[in-house]
């Protein structure tokens, strides 16, 4: 989760020759099929969710041995999920089977009495100076299929570009000159908002005279958001940026106060999954509001918010959508009972309710891309489904008959 969606780029995997049909079988099915591969039997995993802006930076010159490194520990611990690497730190989410001692709940955002024998946790402590923030929850099995760890430019993707108009807003007071570079003058170690634990978040959210902003994107939201949040309708966080110089510039304000979003607001109050990209978007806003206009984020995300708030005094209403097999979670970071499959055609989340549609095709199509999928990719996605049903009734597939003629 990146994206957050773009963050899960597809990758290459090598599949080794067996005289074992039953093998080749399985085979398929971890390369096509996430969900189907042997990670469906039931052993205890730990999620673990981290980032962490880095000052100084890191070397470049050092990202490729520190990959190498965190990937041969990662593979140790049978880890699976995707980490980014970039000179201003690291971000992302693993699974690995784990047996805490006492809970294996989620945590605060260090280390708790019972991750003593995590060496995992421990491992990528070490090599951040013991200032990960971390997200912990628990599975009944392996929710990512395969470990990718990624040299990136930015650990979270916004293209935030300062322009003369950002730069002459009233709390910049350095004048920096325009960005030629994605997020060159976005750096959260240098300005960030203020953090908000999550018992603290519901006065602040109450108050008519704070801007609840939700910083995900629409398929996000869709799942799950704060009572009266305002919903940018992005669909990649590389939009959030514009939609803050079109609605929270000053010069664009309504100063009359006569126009919803475009008042000068007298507080703002973000919010994202985890808490990286309000790092990021609370780092631009402050650039774009006057000096006056605090901004806040949840710290931990919602997550944190899930984990810490019974239902009974929570103001979000729904499920967090999560970047894995999960699809989604709800309070006590379990998984949701309403949102359990994404569409393979858009990777949209489905409630149980869209999976009733007519519109829903298994493994094809949704209500939400059902009307603009193409006509060859319907085909390929219902040869695909085909494939996968077959492999779990255990019949060869073309794959194995290709690898018994190689």
């Not at 650990?155 to 997020?183: F, G, K, L, R, Y």
């Not at 985890?274 to 605090?294: F, M, N, Q, W, Y």
């Amino acid at each position: 989760m990146s994206t957050e969606k773009e963050t899960y780029n597809d990758q290459t995997t090598t599949v080794p020759r067996s005289s074992s049909s039953s093998s080749r079988t399985t085979l398929r099915r971890n390369d096509d099929n996430p969900q189907l591969e042997e990670s469906t039997v039931m052993t205890p995993h730990r999620v673990l969710a981290l980032y962490k802006f880095v000052k100084p930076q890191i070397p470049k010159e050092s990202l490729n041995s520190l990959q190498s490194e965190i990937e041969t520990v990662c593979h140790n611990h049978h880890a699976k999920g995707t980490l980014l690497l970039a000179e201003e730190g690291i971000n992302g989410t693993i699974c690995y089977p784990f047996s805490p001692s006492i809970n294996n709940n989620a945590s605060d955002d260090t280390i708790s009495d019972n991750d003593g024998n995590d060496s995992l946790l421990k491992f990528l402590q070490s090599k951040f100076d013991n200032a990960l923030r971390i997200r912990i929850s628990s599975a009944d099995r392996a929710v990512f299929a395969r470990l990718k760890v990624r040299i990136k430019k930015e650990i979270v993707t916004m293209h935030w570009q300062e322009t003369e108009e950002t730069n002459d807003t009233n709390n910049n007071d350095n004048n920096c000159p325009t960005a030629s570079s994605s997020c060159a003058s976005c750096n959260p170690t240098e300005q960030v908002g203020e953090y908000v634990k999550p018992h603290d978040w519901n006065r602040l959210i109450l108050d008519p005279d704070t801007l609840l902003i939700d910083t995900r994107n629409e398929y996000e939201i869709d799942v799950g958001t704060f009572r009266n949040a305002i919903n940018p309708h992005t669909q990649s966080f590389v939009e959030f940026p514009d939609w803050m110089k079109d609605n929270l510039l000053l010069d664009k304000c309504d100063t009359d106060n006569n126009n919803d979003i475009r008042k000068v607001p007298k507080r703002i109050a973000m919010f994202c999954t985890g808490g990286i990209r309000c790092e990021k978007a609370t780092s631009a806003c402050l650039k774009l509001v006057p000096k006056d206009v605090p901004v806040y984020h949840l710290e931990g995300g919602i997550l944190a918010y899930l984990n810490d708030i019974p239902p009974e005094q929570s103001l979000f209403e729904g499920d967090c959508y999560v970047f894995d097999q999960r699809v989604a979670v709800t309070y006590g970071l379990q998984p949701s009972t309403i949102y359990q499959q994404s569409c393979h055609g858009c990777r949209h989340p489905l409630s149980n309710d869209d999976l009733k549609r007519d519109d829903f095709v298994k493994g094809v199509s949704c209500r939400y891309c059902s009307n603009s999928l193409t006509e060859r990719k319907v085909e390929r996605y219902a040869a695909r489904q085909r494939q996968i049903e077959l492999a779990l009734l255990g019949k060869e597939t073309c794959h194995d008959i290709f690898l018994q003629n190689r």
